[in-house]
T-cell receptor
């Protein structure tokens, strides 16, 4: 089984709808992240959490909110989706070792029409 | 802020060697990462450099010069499966130790 899972994997929604993307991990990591990826722009950080009671905004948090329901679960919400939020969304986790590399989920492809 | 530059696309021949460069400008540098990402898939970790020099891992090597703000990823004995995007990411301790990613270099390996 995958260490980091995301649901749904693909989603098409309409402008103005609320949508939630979910992420679960079995790596036992405290740190979790949400990124979006757009062609040519690389990965950009939306929100991150260092533990259940710690939530921080990233580079592009406007229009998004998050919830850390447990150590293993971190969800991303779009309260009122707009077309420029069409992107590939990745959840990631990391530990606190020397390099604390990030492990990515398989991604959610979101299309807002 | 941070600025990370890497070429958008590169093409190389199967069996050859290719070097993908990454330059960065940041304060509070605290490590540089390379990730591989096949189309439509998740990025996977390749290498980490925090001190100057070369880190070798099988066919892949990564080099860092902190004074020049420069890194490269070297891929030897290229295989068709190496066709992917390669992402350079910098961690800075004045940015909460978060990673900032470059736009990625799409490598196409031809027979």
């Amino acid at each position: 089984d995958a260490d980091v899972t995301q649901t749904p994997r693909n989603r098409i929604t309409k402008t103005g709808k609320r949508i939630m993307l979910e992420c679960s991990q079995t790596k036992g990591h405290d740190r979790m992240y949400w990124y979006r990826q757009d062609p040519g722009l690389g990965l950009r950080l939306i929100y991150y959490s260092f533990d259940v009671k710690d939530i921080n905004k990233g580079e592009i948090s406007d229009g998004y909110s998050v919830s850390r329901q447990a150590q293993a679960k971190f969800s991303l919400s779009l309260e009122s989706a707009i077309p420029n939020q069409t992107a590939l969304y990745f959840c990631a986790t990391s530990g606190t070792g020397a390099s604390y590399e990030q492990y990515f989920g398989p991604g959610t492809r979101l299309t807002v029409t | 802020g941070q600025n990370i530059d890497q070429p958008t696309e590169m093409t190389a021949t199967e069996g050859a060697i290719v070097q993908i460069n990454c330059t960065y400008q940041t304060s509070g540098f605290n490590g540089l990462f390379w990730y591989q990402q096949h189309a439509g898939e998740a990025p996977t970790f390749l290498s980490y450099n925090v001190l100057d020099g070369l880190e070798e891992k099988g066919r892949f090597s990564s080099f860092l010069s902190r004074s020049k703000g420069y890194s490269y990823l070297l891929l030897k004995e290229l295989q068709m499966k190496d066709s992917a995007s390669y992402l350079c990411a910098v961690r800075a301790n004045n940015a909460g130790n978060m990673l900032t990613f470059g736009g990625g270099t799409r490598l196409m390996v031809k027979p």
